[in-house]
């Protein structure tokens, strides 16, 4: 009895995914128009960590085109859809800087994080609509351009949990 149940609770934590308490996100720029598109350069990182309804939330980006004047966590109906401003973040001034911020979640919001449909837009001088924002989905490998990855990588579609 003991070896069975041993081996049902070491199933579950191999085969059932967990809700990952860690999320991170590479911030690309996004352009809203083909006008916008020079205006919107550099990356960065961000990574958050939920603790119960707590969300901190801390990175860094690079190579902006202009200062940046804000950073927001915003809310979308799916990956890569963009959506309404959750709450403010601070992002330092400048073409190089951090972002820091911790919030407090609501359920619906909790849920939209664990869907991926939380992500994160640093706002320019010359790209206030989001120059780079990246969706919070749990940690994964961010291979380069070019880079081969084994298997099928990491699909958000696949890979985060849809409960």
Known sequence: MRGSLFFCVAWMAACGPA????FATHLSPAPV?????AATTGEGRAE?????DRLTVSGSFQGLASNAIAAELRSGNGIGVPGDKLFDITATPGRDGALSGAVTLSRAHL???RRGHIYVPVDSQSA??????GWLLPP???AGEDVPVEGHGFLPQLDVPQR
Do not use: E, K, S, Y
């Not at 128009?33 to 598109?37: A, C, E, I, S």
């Open 128 to 133: 206030p609509n989001g120059n780079l924002q």
């Open 33 to 37: 128009t083909d006008g916008t598109r």
């Open 111 to 113: 849920t939209q994080l």
């Open 140 to 142: 994964h490998p961010f």
């Open 19 to 22: 809700l990952a308490d860690d």
């Open 48 to 52: 958050a960590r939920l603790d119960g």
